[in-house]
């Protein structure tokens, strides 16, 4: 059976990003023997004179040197090339429409990530599955939207996602906030919360996938998208403090920071290093969505900080619902709060929530399988 993925990877260099996409297409692939392949939709991020197959790898290239991300691209591009089947880039909804028949494709699932989510920019047709000449079976796997904070702002843009559901087969989000604000004004269907297509995947399988070996050192793991807040500084010093650890390492992202000269910066880490460090770190402090996701699968100790963000607001919604449900919320720290007790995890007790979401979420790929077999 073949099955289309439309969904965010690869585009910023973002670990997170690209392992999601990864993760689902492996489980479509290994668990229901699809034949599973990533629509290489290109839309974001550049003028509209480079959307073509002439023009856009050297603006690619260009914009990378310019930038100072070439060595980073080169990484992602190559975990892309060994591990993920995807089509070749296409620059418009007419030609994402063309592949789709051309291949026979009668199943399209869109998601995960931010996918509806307008502070990330105008959300296209086709991240809504607005095609006039395919027939295919729609689903969405656990797209995110924006913060609920901003729903009088973005009202037209929710409801305009609203309404082009009634043809989804299913409809699955990421967070309990983006099904309260898409109910408002669609209520034909049943809108369910899935987890992120990362948790489908065990702690030993990613493992097992990547070949990813333990490492005995003990350090604590700094993951910021945004700017690094003091309530994070303050939660150092007591972890370092309570459980003598010198190491500190700390991911370069897209947003360069100044930093403090004693952690040791990470550069052009890709989607498999991502996994090994946060799998060996003793502490995983940030405020990346995909970062406690991970901490979750491989049980470490972390804590969550609200994003920051010069020119816009990170949706937090989604990892204050993902805590919520599995029961974790104490683990989201304010940035005001400069007098936080460090507490370990005791996942004995707290994976059981986590099992239970992901469980449910696998519950609801079975009923989507059956969907496209009918």
Known sequence: MKVALLTWFNEDRNCGQTLQAYALQHVFDSCYHCETIIVNYKYLNCKKIYLNNVLYKPYKIYHCIKHKYLKRQLVFDKFVKKYMNVTKYLFSKEKVEDYIIKNSIKNLILGSDQLWNPEAGTIPDVMLLNFSKATINKFAYSPSMCPVSKKSVYKNEIQRIASFLRDYKYIGVREKSAKEMISEFYKEKVINVLIDPV????????????????????????????????????????????????????????????????????????????????????????????????????????????????????????????????????????????????????????????????????????????????
């Open 199 to 374: 948790f489908l995947l065990s702690d030993k399988e990613w493992r097992n996938l990547f070949n990813l070996e333990s490492d005995n050192e003990k350090y604590i793991l700094i993951y910021c998208m945004g700017k690094i807040p003091e309530s994070l500084y303050s939660c150092i010093d007591k972890i370092m403090e309570e459980n003598s650890i010198q190491t500190i390492y700390y991911i370069e992202t897209n947003e360069r920071k100044k930093i403090p000269s004693s952690w040791k910066v990470l550069n052009y880490v890709g989607p498999i290093e991502f996994l090994k460090l946060i799998d060996n770190a003793y502490y995983v402090l940030g405020d990346s969505f995909h970062m406690v996701a991970f901490s979750l699968i491989f049980k470490k100790n972390f804590y969550v900080f609200p994003g920051i963000r010069e020119k816009f607001i990170p949706n937090s919604d989604r990892i204050v619902s993902l805590l919520n449900i599995v029961d974790m919320d104490e683990r989201f720290i304010d940035n005001n709060d400069l007098n936080l007790e460090v507490i370990d995890i005791d996942y004995n007790k707290k994976f059981i929530k986590v099992q239970e979401y992901i469980d449910y979420s696998k519950n609801q790929l079975d009923i989507i399988i059956s969907m496209m077999n009918d």
